[in-house]
């Protein structure tokens, strides 16, 4: 029957031309179709490794925005005497400000110490930070150094912390930080089931927090590397057992972090 196709086209349409553009799209509908039953059967990896993400490179303090925190004080930051009003630019550099932010929940944030909060960044141009906002007309902006206060990039966070895995992670440490020609550690595949379990919940929440130990970081090019030790521990442990050690990207696939920090301890 579909030999017979072209015939039984041309006797129904009676015009060459029509009939070639016909064929045509019938073509291209074929190979779109067999080209997404495809995809849909070997291309999961693929589509996971689409970076679905915006990679994270620190936490910044917005004193106007979140207090500052007093070194001989109680934990936590002292709420602003001024009321809030971070102006936010379309551009680093910018200046004009694309709106005003009155209310802390606008701005995406993480603690970078107990009860102190930073906002998350992903960018940064000579003292400009890109941060991540909440319920606006944009999902980012960026403050200028005027408003900008510390700023702790993603090294000095995971070497000030005790870190935790997360679900992003393909559960492969690395004998060195180069991407696709180091070989899994032994030992590697046969974790504690509390790392096995990580559950997400945000960054995630991961085992105990002496289980993820840094070491130290690297970088490859543009590509972040951490040399971590994981370890059957508790807080209590004075010495935890070894149970693999090993370098992970800190940025899987998709753009998500590999690890995250404990910022409140134990």
Not at 105 to 134: M, N, Q
């Amino acid at each position: 029957m579909t030999s017979d196709l072209p015939r039984r086209l041309t006797e129904y349409y009676g015009d060459f031309p029509k009939l070639t553009l016909l064929l045509a799209l019938l073509t291209i509908a074929a190979c779109s179709s067999t080209v997404s039953e495809f995809d849909q059967l070997t291309s999961a990896a693929t589509a996971q490794s689409a970076f679905m993400y915006r990679p994270l490179v620190g936490l910044v303090e917005l004193p106007s925005v979140f207090g500052r925190t007093d070194p001989n004080g109680p934990p936590g930051q002292a709420p602003p005497s001024t009321p809030i009003a971070l102006q936010i630019f379309g551009a680093a550099k910018s200046e004009l400000p694309v709106l005003t932010i009155n209310d802390p929940e606008d701005v995406d944030t993480e603690e970078h110490g107990y009860e102190e909060s930073s906002a998350k960044v992903y960018a940064e141009v000579d003292g400009w930070y890109e941060i991540g906002l909440r319920g606006l007309s944009r999902s980012t902006g960026w403050v200028s150094p005027r408003d900008a206060g510390a700023f702790r990039n993603l090294e000095t966070l995971f070497s000030t912390h005790t870190l935790f895995v997360t679900n992003a992670w393909d559960r492969r440490l690395l004998t060195a930080p180069i991407s696709g020609s180091a070989q899994l550690v032994p030992g590697a595949r046969e974790l504690p089931e509390w790392i096995k379990q990580a559950e997400s919940a945000g960054f995630g929440e991961g085992p105990e927090p002496n289980g993820v130990l840094f070491v130290e970081s690297r970088r490859e090019g543009e590509s972040l590397w951490l040399r971590i030790e994981l370890r059957e521990a508790n807080c209590l442990d004075r010495e935890p057992r070894l149970v693999a050690a090993g370098w992970v990207p800190a940025y899987s696939n998709t753009g998500a972090l590999n690890v995250w920090f404990h910022s409140r301890g134990c």
